[in-house]
């Protein structure tokens, strides 16, 4: 059974800096795209980072570019998000996600993601 489990999360103060965590068990995701979504109450899900299998590639949701960054450690299956000067605006449940396609590029559409967590809160106040 594959599982993505987040962590990290937590209350926060404006312009604190979180790092959430998403470990992948069941199955290797090394040679896949995974990446980070979030959702706040009454919005849709939007994108937030993506990283190709082997971290050659990257994408990051233009307002948060410089100040969230992703990472994969394909040795223990697992990515992170480096979040950083954070804003009340970045409150919402964040969720893991990872593709079955292999050697896909660092996707933005999460109908390219086969495989999800359940998210981690953050919620940053002012």
């Known amino acids: 059974q594959v599982q993505l489990v987040e962590s990290g999360g937590g209350s926060v103060q404006a312009g604190d800096s979180l790092r959430l965590s998403c470990a992948a068990s069941?199955?290797?995701?090394?040679?896949?795209?995974m990446g980070w979504f979030r959702q706040a109450p009454g919005k849709e899900r939007e994108f937030v980072a993506a990283i190709n299998w082997n971290a050659a590639s990257t994408s990051i949701a233009d307002s948060m570019k410089g100040r969230f960054f992703i990472a994969r450690n394909n040795r223990t299956n697992t990515v992170s998000l480096q979040m950083s000067r954070l804003k009340p605006e970045d409150t919402a449940v964040y969720y893991c996600a990872a593709s079955a396609t292999f050697f896909g590029g660092p996707s933005r559409s999460p109908a390219n993601y086969d495989y999800w967590g359940r998210g981690t809160q953050v919620t940053v106040s002012s």
């Open positions: 069941g199955r290797s995701f090394s040679r896949n795209a």
